[in-house]
T-cell receptor, first 112, second 113 residues
Framework: DTAVSQTPKYLVTQMGNDKSIKCEQNLGHDTMYWYKQDSKKFLKIMFSYNNKELIINETVPNRFSPKSPDKAHLNLHINSLELGDSAVYFC???????????FGQGTRLTVV | GQQLNQSPQSMFIQEGEDVSMNCTSSSIFNTWLWYKQDPGEGPVLLIALYKAGELTSNGRLTAQFGITRKDSFLNISASIPSDVGIYFCAGPFDGGSQGNLIFGKGTKLSVKP
């Protein structure tokens, strides 16, 4: 009965590779998000997406792209991975027009 | 840009003690949220506040939305070992109403049995 689930939980990959993280929510929410948490535990939004609008944090490199096959899924694709991309990535969801975001368990990405 | 200043950065307390932490903003917020993050897990929403002056409780947790709308407080009474974790305040970017949240840097709570 997991509400927001991400896979994989851990991802170790080499610099230069392309990888994806999957996210699914079964809460019936219509807006989904990706957040990045750095080594100091600072959480920063990367994207928010509903079926009408994609909002991108201007600081996010264009190597990162969200892809939504349907309302319940928002996957994160990362091209040409760099060492600095190592972090924990969280998917979240909410009802449009509400602020309460519900988070997944996170994906710890390590780039070597 | 918008910033949330959360303090203290960390706390080491004895089981049974009360805890207070706060968050201040350089700009007005319409909503304040408090989350807790356990190690290896995602943030879990504890309390949401919607009106200036609002005081809301969730078990031993009480949070308040400051009158100026630029601050919020979280209190934990009679702490127990499972209160250990990182507590984050958060609010919507640019006074919006969506889950595009800006987070404080967190208060790491350690409880000694």
């Amino acid at each position: 009965d997991t509400a927001v689930s991400q896979t994989p939980k851990y991802l170790v990959t080499q610099m230069g590779n392309d990888k994806s993280i999957k996210c699914e929510q079964n809460l019936g929410h219509d807006t989904m998000y990706w957040y990045k948490q750095d080594s100091k535990k600072f959480l920063k939004i990367m994207f928010s997406y509903n079926n009408k609008e994609l909002i991108i944090n201007e600081t996010v490199p264009n190597r990162f792209s969200p892809k939504s096959p349907d309302k319940a899924h928002l996957n994160l694709h990362i091209n040409s991975l760099e060492l600095g991309d190592s972090a924990v990535y969280f998917c979240a969801s909410s009802l449009r027009g509400t602020t309460e975001a519900f988070f997944g368990q996170g994906t710890r990405l390590t780039v070597v | 840009g918008q910033q949330l200043n959360q303090s203290p950065q960390s706390m080491f307390i004895q089981e049974g003690e009360d805890v207070s932490m706060n968050c201040t903003s350089s700009s007005i917020f319409n909503t304040w949220l408090w989350y807790k993050q356990d190690p290896g897990e995602g943030p879990v929403l504890l309390i949401a506040l919607y009106k200036a002056g609002e005081l809301t409780s969730n078990g031993r947790l009480t949070a308040q939305f400051g009158i100026t709308r630029k601050d919020s407080f979280l209190n934990i009474s009679a702490s127990i070992p499972s209160d250990v974790g990182i507590y984050f305040c958060a609010g919507p970017f640019d006074g919006g109403s969506q889950g595009n949240l800006i987070f404080g840097k967190g208060t790491k709570l350690s409880v000694k049995p």
